[in-house]
């Protein structure tokens, strides 16, 4: 990787360099999760034989009622254990969602990109951009893109990458702003997501454990939200400019696989052509989505409720139109830039990016059996609940005792990515607790999504963390996850520092958290 000057390295970037090269010391990420099942195997075993579990309440994902539980340590290497190995191979892979959501998203990003529209648009958000504002306008659309659920891994980070590229900086400085902006913020956002009605909905069941009568909204959290949306634009983008281009320099492209160019900003007319035709497209396919959600009774409104934000069929299926809007505008760009004519060329494309893709499904495989394996063996269930009692009998204030769920949120994260999971188990705990100390249950909710985000931006069981090494080593041959670790540490530190912080003041100054 480049990187800058090393007699003008700071004392930090001098570690951070130090992290990167051990790091990159490591297998290829394959062989890592290879390791990490056999080590899974070996816990569950020894766990199992000792008889860990851990008895608590949690709320039923299908009834929402408060229920009695008990998680005990299940062996890998037993009779029950072995036929799972054996039975779930497949099973897994095919449950793991990120295999279709990447294939699915790359089917418009392959058009998208071969016609050249992703470039294009890139120029021209360059052109029309002053340069000190790009950096903040890619960490603002990366953290909204969280409405669009796990998408926008797949879209902006590599679009934050072409767009430094296009300007002459460094691309894995734009790759790190854009995981860190998707990843690191991922709970919060300015608009109502499908995810906070699920966890509006726990919080409530857990809520009615202490008051039957109390109950919070979807918007109990925006105006804690919208703050926090702009100052993790700000703190994201100042990390960007100040330390993580800083330390990574000027960039080679003699690094790059395939010789990666930086291109001019200026469009020819061919491209500008396509810009326009790309516009027609988009407007064209906007109307049909509009006909299909805006009248009532519309077939992508939930059929129940007639809602359109929320639990519906447009927001459950939203990557469908994020893959639409890329292969009609890739392919109206192509007719209009003269790259794509025919649909047989559009296929070629689309098959193109799937090829490129053969690596990571692979490392999906093995990564999806991890996951399966780990969730089995419900050793991060146990690690959780034993650091969630450990924390409840510290009795300790409501300030403290919310800082302190914050961090076991956080360090649980490393292990259990998924926000619903988390907060099924934690909710009845925390919620009950905190209330019954004067905190509101919107405070607790709050806090939980401050734990619950920064850490996806450096856990290897983020099922796309591997997908941005791939991601950097597209700029750098010889980027590996030392390379993302230490380009992500600085960010995560600072994100969940400073955020938690914010989380403070804002309680400590009694100021609302939603509607």
Sequence with gaps: MATANAAS???????????????????????????????????????????????YERINPDTHEIEQASTAIRSL???????????????????????????????????????????????KLVIVSPRWALTYILAFVGILASIAADAGYLVLIPLAGVAYLAVGRHPLAGL????????????????IKPLDAVLVEFTNDA????????????????WFSIVSVLFLTVLIAFITDRMIAPRLGEYDPATAEGGVQ????????????????ALYGLIGLLVVFLLLTIPSGAPLRNPDTGELIGNSPFMNGLIALIMLIFLVTGWAYGIGAGTLKTLAEV????????????????????????????????????????????????????L??????????????????????????????????LMKLGVEPEAVLAAYRVGDSPMNAITPLNAYFALVVGFAQKYDKSAGVGTIVSLMLPYVVLIFVLWTGLFAVWKALGLPWGL
């Design 9 to 55: 390295k700071t004392t930090m970037q001098r570690f951070l360099d130090g992290v990167e090269k051990v790091g990159n010391m490591v297998p290829h990420p394959v062989i890592i999760f290879l390791i990490l099942i056999g080590i899974v195997i070996i816990l569950s075993a020894v766990l199992g034989a000792f008889g860990a579990a851990v008895s």
């Design 207 to 222: 809520a009615h454990l202490v008051d039957p009568a109390r109950s919070i909204g979807l918007a109990s959290n925006v």
């Design 400 to 433: 403290p005792l919310l800082i302190g769920f914050i961090v076991v949120v956080a360090i649980i994260d490393l292990l259990l990515t998924g926000a619903i999971a988390k907060w099924a188990i934690f909710a009845p705990v925390f919620v009950p607790l």
């Design 77 to 123: 290497v037993n009779v029950e254990g072995i036929r799972f190995l054996y039975s779930s191979l497949i099973p897994n892979f095919m449950s793991f969602t990120a295999v279709g959501l990447m294939i699915a998203a790359m089917i418009g990003a392959g058009v998208a990109e071969e016609s050249g529209l992703v470039t294009a648009l890139i120029r």
């Design 347 to 398: 296929i070629a494309a689309i098959e193109k990016s799937i090829k490129n893709m053969g690596g990571t499904i692979f490392l999906f495989f093995v990564l999806s059996q991890f996951v399966a394996y780990f969730t089995y063996t419900n050793i991060g269930t146990v690690m959780a609940l034993s650091l969630s009692g450990v924390l409840q009998a510290a009795n300790i204030g409501a």
């Design 176 to 191: 790190a702003l854009g995981f860190a902006a998707v990843a690191g913020a991922f709970t919060v956002n300015m608009l």
């Design 262 to 277: 930086a291109q001019g900003a200026t469009l020819s007319e061919q491209e500008s052509r396509g810009l326009r035709f």
